[in-house]
């Protein structure tokens, strides 16, 4: 070892009890979707980390993707500012929803449900496949009546009254 390396070990060694480890094994106790923070406890020492960010970027207004984890579910909390005083979520073991928010304004979010979210509820998902699927085998049910029904009519033939009641 060189003289360099000497130096090193003995700084770390003398300091090594302040250092923070990088990540922290947690469990999520809670989840607040309007801040974008959550709860969780450490695995090691049962110690709670409070406004953990979902995001790491902190004045990015909520842009970016969002990956929310299930209450209950382990994360790995990694440290900002390289202390434990602002940490955020580097990895999750289960996703409760993904949200994907852009720059404009423009949402799209996954659901547990298997629902595309497109800037919120308001519109009910994007495309929901099993209820549009039942919604068009309804409607071709209902087509091949229509079709039947029409293959089957035939048109009465009306005389018309002059041909009955000649002109005298």
């Given at each position: 070892?060189?003289?360099?390396?000497?130096?090193?070990?003995?700084?770390?060694?003398?300091?090594?009890?302040q250092?923070?480890?990088?990540?922290?094994?947690?469990?999520?106790?809670?989840?607040?979707?309007?801040?974008?923070?959550?709860?969780?406890?450490?695995?090691r020492?049962?110690?709670d980390?409070?406004?953990?960010?979902v995001a790491?970027a902190p004045d990015?207004?909520g842009?970016g993707?969002?990956?929310?984890?299930?209450?209950?579910?382990?994360v790995?909390?990694a440290?900002l500012?390289g202390?434990?005083t602002?940490?955020?979520?580097?990895q999750v073991?289960?996703?409760?929803?993904?949200?994907?928010v852009l720059?404009?304004g423009?949402?799209?979010?996954?659901?547990?449900?298997g629902?595309?979210?497109l800037?919120?509820?308001?519109?009910?998902?994007?495309?929901?496949?099993a209820?549009?699927?039942?919604k068009?085998v309804?409607?071709e049910?209902?087509?091949?009546?229509?079709?039947?029904?029409?293959?089957?009519?035939t048109?009465?033939l009306?005389?018309?009254?002059?041909?009955?009641f000649?002109?005298a």
């Amino acid at each position: 070892m060189d003289w360099k390396s000497e130096i090193r070990a003995a700084l770390r060694d003398a300091v090594k009890e302040q250092l923070l480890d990088a990540a922290v094994q947690c469990t999520v106790k809670s989840v607040d979707k309007a801040a974008g923070l959550l709860v969780a406890t450490g695995l090691r020492d049962g110690t709670d980390y409070h406004n953990v960010r979902v995001a790491a970027a902190p004045d990015a207004g909520g842009v970016g993707l969002l990956v929310w984890p299930v209450v209950g579910s382990a994360v790995t909390l990694a440290p900002l500012d390289g202390l434990d005083t602002m940490m955020f979520v580097a990895q999750v073991s289960e996703v409760e929803a993904y949200e994907l928010v852009l720059a404009n304004g423009v949402s799209l979010r996954l659901t547990p449900a298997g629902h595309l979210e497109l800037n919120g509820t308001a519109h009910g998902g994007l495309v929901q496949v099993a209820q549009l699927t039942a919604k068009l085998v309804r409607l071709e049910a209902a087509v091949n009546v229509l079709k039947v029904q029409m293959a089957a009519h035939t048109h009465v033939l009306v005389t018309p009254a002059a041909a009955l009641f000649p002109a005298a």
